[in-house]
């Protein structure tokens, strides 16, 4: 399943990129439906000034879009090494982030920098 949702990363990435409108069309229902960007506006574009070797864009556009290519890079690479060397470190991994991420002493600030991020966005008017 992570490997089908970073091919969907990827294709839409290219087309974004190879299609020449930055950011591309807009595919946010939030932003669509009410015309207030949700926390994730802007990644895309934020992955596409990575792309381009813009950091600072990127990360004045979205911070997601830095651990979203991050992420990007990696996973797909560690998913394919497990299912060559038949391991499960990704499934264990994914596991114990789940288990982190629920603690309330690491799950309540990320909710708040989420919130904070979207706030951000409001501002600048993605």
């Not at 556009?61 to 499960?88: E, Q, R, S, Y």
């Amino acid at each position: 399943m992570v490997l089908w949702a970073a091919a969907g990363g990827y294709l839409w990435l290219g087309y974004t990129l190879f299609q020449g409108s930055p950011g591309g069309p807009g595919v946010c229902l939030i932003k669509e439906v009410t015309g207030v960007p949700c926390p994730s506006c802007g990644t895309t574009r934020a992955i596409e000034a990575l792309a381009h070797g813009n950091l600072q864009a990127s990360f004045l556009l979205n911070p997601f879009g830095l651990l979203v290519f991050a992420l990007m890079m990696v996973i797909p690479v560690w998913v394919v090494v497990d299912l060559l060397t038949g391991k499960t470190t990704f499934y264990r991994a994914y596991q114990r982030s789940e288990q982190i991420l629920r603690r309330k002493y690491i799950a309540i600030p990320l909710a708040i920098l989420v919130l904070l991020n979207w706030v951000w966005n409001i501002m600048k008017g993605l």
